[in-house]
């Protein structure tokens, strides 16, 4: 650290120490709302917004802080959609208006989003969403139908993917915004999934009202936005695991330990080799996140998604076997509307079933593989023959 890097650790130590002298650690959205005030929410945005204006790297210093600490940290489970993917998008593209008034709500997890982005003929292919927003007046009224919106049921604020012009290509016709979930023309409807619960939804959108306050970028300019958020989501899902044996491989090691009569020494190479595995990709991510430090992620992150979600699948298969017909005894259920997932305390057979999802949401494995080809490794694009063509003149 240079001399001045030690000033900056010094004077984060002791406005660190004033906000738990000052606060209540027993009222968690009281005090992230202080800590947020104090600058000490994301120590690079800038101050009144949350941060000091400060390098991202000295965020890992608060963080640790105010853990050791005990103090309530902000809900990374139940608000991972605002937190990991609204909040940096609306820091990065954001009016100071929207700054102002969205960013705090998001780090108390007063405002839960959800990601009204997917459609039944957009998912892989997002650009080609069909939610159509017309402005007229103040702001914009949309109808469409959104698939696959976890966790809809449970949250105020979404951010949302709509076509505005559809004379242009599909890329250049798209607009993003930030969406209330109580507008009464917004129905959310559950799907039940392989595990027999309910984590996401179908929204129907009709006649929805939207300020033009609350678009998010320059009318046409959504692809741009949603291209930040899904870099954002990729690191999100791939690297948030810290500690060591903290993700899927917990559980597993745990059960090898404390239940000596599972163990077969067949199985032996194969949960060393994994346990490895789960140890590179937790080191990677801890890598890719000091890099992400100095600015915003890139398509890095999804080779990080990638491999995460190969061994989750790998990992949970293991577990299955470790466990014998005890880990098949997966028999419950019960609809349930869970509001976030939940992989550590839960069974083998859940962990089994949910982990087939991971090779989907937030971008499919194939699709992630497209984008290490192109923009990382720099091999030639796929062919895209609807590139130049107006998106109303598509087939569909
Ligand atoms: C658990 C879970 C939670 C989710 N949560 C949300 C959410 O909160 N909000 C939201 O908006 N969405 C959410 N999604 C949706 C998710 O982002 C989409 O399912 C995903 O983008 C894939 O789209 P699709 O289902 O339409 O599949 P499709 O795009 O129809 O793809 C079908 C198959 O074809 C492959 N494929 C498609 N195009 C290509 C290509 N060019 N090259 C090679 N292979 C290709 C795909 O990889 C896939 O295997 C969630 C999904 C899951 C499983």
């Known amino acids: ?36 005030d104090a600058g000490l929410a994301w120590v690079h945005f800038p101050p009144g917004r949350g941060g000091l204006g400060l390098p991202q790297s000295f965020q890992a210093q608060v963080d640790a802080e105010l ?19 609204a909040a940096p998008t609306i820091a990065a ?28 003929g957009a998912g892989s292919d997002l650009a080609a969403v069909a939610t159509r927003a017309v402005r007229g007046g103040d702001g914009w ?61 179908e929204v129907f959108l009709t006649d929805v009202h939207i300020p033009d306050s609350d678009r998010l970028g320059a009318e046409g ?10 870099n954002n989501e990729r690191v999100a899902i791939g690297g948030s695991a810290a500690a060591r044996e903290s993700g899927m491989i917990g559980p597993v090691a745990r059960a090898w330990r ?3 009569g599972l163990r077969d020494p067949a199985m032996h190479d194969e949960l060393l080799r994994l346990w490895v595995e789960a140890e590179v990709a937790r080191l990677t991510g801890e890598r890719l996140r ?14 990080l998604k990638l491999a995460f979600a190969r061994l989750a699948q790998t990992i949970s298969g293991f577990d299955i076997e470790l466990h014998g017909e005890a880990g098949l005894r997966y028999d419950d259920w019960t609809m349930r509307r869970p509001d976030k997932v939940d992989f550590i305390g839960r069974e083998p057979g859940y962990r089994y079933l949910r982990a087939k999802g991971n090779s989907i949401e937030g971008g499919t494995s194939e699709i992630l593989r497209n984008v290490i080809a192109e923009r990382v490794l720099g091999l030639p694009p796929e062919h895209r023959v609807d590139k130049d063509i107006a998106w109303k003149d598509l087939p569909r």
């Not at 890097?5 to 000052?22: F, M, N, P, V, Y």
């Not at 242009?168 to 027999?196: E, N, W």
């Open 93 to 120: 593209f954001g009016t100071d208006e929207q700054k102002q008034k969205y960013l705090r709500p998001i780090f108390t997890s007063e405002h839960i989003y959800c990601q009204l982005f997917s459609e039944p």
């Open 67 to 85: 853990e050791a600490a005990g103090a309530p940290g902000p809900a990374k489970s139940r608000n991972g959609i605002g937190l990991g993917m």
């Open 258 to 260: 404390e239940q000596p």
């Open 141 to 201: 009224t949309v109808n469409g139908q959104k698939v696959w919106t976890s966790g809809a049921q449970n949250a105020q604020r979404a951010i949302l993917v709509a076509r505005t012009d559809p004379s242009v290509p599909k890329h250049a016709g798209l607009t993003y915004f930030l969406c209330d979930m109580s507008d009464p023309g917004i129905d959310v409807r559950p799907l039940r999934q392989i595990t027999g619960e309910a984590e996401f939804n």
């Open 1 to 36: 650290m240079t001399t001045d890097e030690q000033a900056i650790a010094r004077d984060l130590s002791g406005r660190i120490a004033t906000l738990l002298e000052q606060n209540d650690l027993s009222d968690p959205a009281r005090f992230l709302g202080a800590r947020f």
């Open 290 to 303: 000091q890099q992400l430090e100095a600015g915003q992620p890139g398509p890095e992150g999804s080779g």
């Open 221 to 230: 300019q959504g692809w741009k936005v949603a291209t930040a958020t899904l």
